[in-house]
């Protein structure tokens, strides 16, 4: 006997399914992290001869009126270690999601039996007569990622980390220098929140995976100089690379100067 039922009888207990897919789990792969600790490759006379050459610039103003001549003197120099995350990742969803599919019919059908089920369609004035199917669609989604990313989790400039031979004893660089490691969970977590999203219509799950194939913290060393103009008590800081000796640059910084520049010019066009 055919079972009889129509599209109004037909019922699909929406918040049960959400409950369930929101308690499975997803299926983690993740490798063990290897920490790489750069060489210092520049002596710090080198940084110090350096700085001095531009320590004058950095008393400015918007990059283009240097101060007169006065004692600029160098207070401190402090050597740190940049940490960044390099970090190969792959999610992996194969799920199902509700769906409904209208079909119109032809207004002089009274009764539509399809998968030994009965649906009534429904009339509309001035419309074609139609059915309401209710079923499932199963779809798969797969993300592959490679990140550089600095220690709060943002897209690092690759411009900022060259390439160095690395510490033979990368722990004992970390105890010896007070290194402040990552946690050791913040790297794998920055990139979930980047590939890990289920669908909002999402009803079930078949298979979730979150795999994590390369996983390292590159620790690069710098130099930090500040330095003070004897005759305003102004501090300025200035960063350079232990690789490389090139100036570390601020982009936040040269974005305000350069907007900074720009305000003026067009406050002395509009006069």
Same mark, same amino acid.
């Given at each position: 006997?055919?079972? /009889? ?51 004058r ?6 990059g ?14 402090k @050597? ?12 992996f969803?194969?799920?199902? +999601?509700m769906?409904d599919?209208?079909?119109s ?12 089920? @009965? ?16 079923? /499932?669609? +199963? ?10 990313l ?25 105890? @010896? ?16 929140? +980047? ?43 200035? /960063? ?6 090139? +100036? ?24």
């Amino acid at each position: 006997m055919m079972n /009889e039922a129509t599209t109004e009888q037909t019922f699909t207990n929406y918040a049960m399914i959400a409950h369930e897919h929101v308690l499975s789990v997803c299926k983690d792969k993740i490798v063990p992290r290897k920490t790489v600790v750069y060489e210092t490759l520049v002596d710090p006379t080198v940084i110090k001869v350096t700085g001095e050459r531009l320590k004058r610039r950095l008393f400015t103003k918007f990059g283009i009126l240097r101060p007169k001549p006065v004692p600029i003197e160098l207070v401190s120099m402090k @050597k740190y270690y940049e940490p960044y995350i390099v970090i190969s990742a792959r999610y992996f969803l194969d799920y199902y +999601r509700m769906c409904d599919y209208t079909v119109s019919i032809d207004n002089d059908v009274r009764e539509v039996i399809l998968l030994n089920q @009965k649906f009534y369609p429904q009339k509309y004035q001035n419309s074609t007569a139609s059915i309401k199917l209710e079923g /499932e669609e +199963r779809l798969v989604v797969e993300k592959k990622a490679f990140f550089m990313l600095a220690k709060n989790g943002q897209e690092a400039n690759l411009e900022t980390l060259p390439s160095a031979p690395s510490e033979k004893n990368p722990e004992e660089t970390i105890a @010896k220098h007070g290194i402040m490691e990552i946690d050791s969970e913040a790297d794998v977590d920055f990139v979930r929140k +980047r590939l890990v999203h289920r669908p909002e219509n999402l009803s079930r799950i078949v298979d979730e995976v979150f795999e994590i194939g390369e996983r390292v913290v590159i620790y690069a060393p710098r130099f930090k100089l500040t330095y003070v103009n004897a005759y305003t008590c102004q501090e300025k800081s200035i /960063e350079f690379d232990g690789v490389t000796s090139k +100036r570390i640059r601020d982009e936040n910084h040269r974005s305000r100067v350069v907007r900074a520049i720009k305000s003026a010019l067009n406050a002395v066009i509009k006069k």
